[in-house]
């Protein structure tokens, strides 16, 4: 059982309150990108066996989107943040370093 | 390898059971092999031993970091059905079926076939026209499946209670030949088949890494050492995605924990198996006589075969109201196994973007049913390096071209 706190509204519960939505940070790609891209954008998926980026909903709560960071393997929550972001925040990245110091982390080489 | 039977029985009885041999043998890799599959399940074991049954190629070895037969072969409700709505997903199967249906026979391994019928319930007007829909498909796709009515549910499930209130049963689509097998027997009895034809199985040996030059594959690092081959095939279901990624493309596969249970042992009740869609609940009775229970998957990547607990609930709480019987039952195990989940719920079979390598995988929740059919397929694709017109389809271009095979509405657990 996950348990997750909404950063929409800050209440802490379990799964059961929360749905789950998929990857996040897609990369979105349009009608005018090449077949690739779009194939990629519906489709591939990173699946991870370790950290992850994902999509939840507040769904028998206030009903936002969040973004959370867990662990695959382990079922842990590094933490949740705000749906309005491109990329994990600095304080996220930190939470996952903290406990899993070998990640490679793709955020950061992005920067 | 010395053939099991009666007679063989009888002689070991005789002599104190000393002239059993070992099933398969487990050799040190050699460096090189035709080709190597990663993963002994039985989608893998059944590659190989048909590789080598119909197509002559047996310098194959056949990797597993655990045990074989210790994923999702050993985790499923063991159903066997090729009732599927489409005609790419009827014909691999149903030819499935067709094979289990001499499996004992061909690998001279008793799986314990059991085709005692699979009823799928409709429990609401939308499935009810949905099966409709599906037994006119089988028919024109040569599969026994057919309509039945509430009356008909209850003179075949006697321990069912039609009559809701929250989920009534409509009907049902009945497949009197599908049924359930003996899953562990399944793995057992391909490997032993497959290492009499000279297929190397070679266990606790993890896949590391996959090698490849410019010209596409050329071997995989291992717990064991680099093992050099032509072709790669990997059929590790859950764990296809990290497999990908060491040989470096993404697949449209997500893995998710499925999870089931059992009770305790009671006397005979249920001698089919029944799929009650909309609940997320199948069940049928084991040959040991403890109800054996499916539920559902969970919605997030998961990869600690263990379920959320809501799910039990869910499902338990369902199936009490259809068989009021398991009220007074109590839940002996619960279990996990990681689905390998694709967008229209139908598998990949087919070439990967890297050449010399070849995928099956995407089989979801419903792998056991499909082994021999697709390990045969699978096998067809090794030997000639192009899958034939039975795996055609679920080519991995499907989902860039447009041409799902949509399962998703079709299979017999709601996802």
């Given at each position: 059982m996950l348990l997750l706190t909404c950063p929409c509204c800050g209440v802490s519960a379990e799964e059961t309150e929360f749905h789950p939505g998929g990857e996040a940070h897609l990369k979105r790609s349009g009608p005018g990108s090449d077949d690739a891209a779009f194939r990629d954008y519906l489709f591939a998926r990173k699946?991870?066996?370790?950290v992850h980026f994902e999509r939840w909903r507040h769904a028998f709560g206030c009903g936002k989107w969040f973004h959370a960071a867990r662990c695959t393997a382990t079922l842990e929550v590094f933490g949740t943040y705000a749906a309005q972001t491109a990329a994990p925040p600095a304080h996220v990245l930190e939470a996952i370093r903290a406990r899993r110091p070998d990640w490679i982390s793709e955020w950061e080489q992005d920067r | 390898m010395k053939r099991y039977s009666a007679f063989a029985i009888a002689r070991e009885a005789l002599r104190h059971h000393a002239g059993w041999e070992r099933a398969w043998a487990s050799p040190e890799p050699r460096a090189q092999y035709d080709v190597v599959i990663v993963g002994a399940g039985g989608h893998g074991l059944a590659t190989a031993y048909y590789l080598a049954k119909?197509?002559?190629?047996?310098n194959v070895a056949v990797l597993e970091k655990?045990?074989?037969?210790?994923?999702n072969t050993g985790r499923n409700t063991t159903i066997i059905r090729?009732?599927?709505?489409?005609d790419e997903s009827a014909a691999i199967f149903e030819k499935s079926r067709t094979l289990y249906e001499t499996l004992s026979q061909e690998l001279n391994y008793n799986i314990m076939f059991s085709p005692r019928g699979v009823m799928m319930l409709a429990q609401t007007e939308h499935e009810l026209r949905a099966w409709k829909r599906t037994a006119h498909a089988n028919r024109l796709a040569s599969i026994q499946s057919r309509m039945v009515t509430p009356d008909e549910v209850r003179k075949i499930v006697k321990?069912?209670?039609?009559?809701?209130?929250?989920y009534p049963v409509l009907g049902g689509l009945w497949q009197p030949r599908g049924g359930t097998a003996r899953h562990d027997a399944v793995a057992w009895g391909y490997a032993r088949a497959a290492s009499d034809l000279g297929v190397h199985i070679i266990q606790n040996c993890a896949v590391t890494g996959v090698d490849r030059d410019a010209t596409g594959v050329t071997g995989v690092q291992t717990g064991k050492g680099p093992i050099r081959c032509n072709r790669l095939c990997l059929v590790?279901?859950?764990?296809s995605g990290v497999l990908a990624e060491m040989a470096g493309f993404r697949l449209p596969v997500e893995s998710l924990a499925l999870q089931a249970l059992v009770s305790e042992p009671i006397k005979p009740v249920l001698d089919c198996v029944v799929m009650a869609n909309t609940v997320h609940g199948y069940i049928s009775q084991s040959d040991k006589g403890e109800l054996v229970i499916g539920g559902g998957a969970d919605g997030f990547n998961n990869y600690t075969q263990r379920g959320s607990f809501q799910h039990v609930e869910e499902t338990v709480r369902a199936l009490v109201e259809t068989f009021p019987l398991i009220s007074r039952l109590k839940m002996l195990r619960q279990w996990g196994g990681i689905v390998d989940m694709t967008g229209d719920r139908s598998p990949i079979i087919g070439p990967a973007p890297v050449p010399g390598i070849f995928l099956n995988c995407g089989w979801g929740t419903g792998g056991f049913k499909a082994i021999p059919g697709s390990g045969w397929a699978t096998a067809e694709m090794l030997a000639d390096g192009a899958p034939r017109a039975l795996a055609a389809p679920f080519s991995l271009e499907r989902f860039a071209e447009g041409r799902m095979i949509d399962e998703s509405v079709a299979a017999a657990v709601a996802h």
């Open positions: 699946n991870p066996r370790g | 119909n197509h002559g190629i047996t655990g045990w074989l037969g210790g994923g090729s009732n599927y709505l489409q321990v069912i209670n039609i009559d809701g209130p929250r590790v279901a859950g764990s």
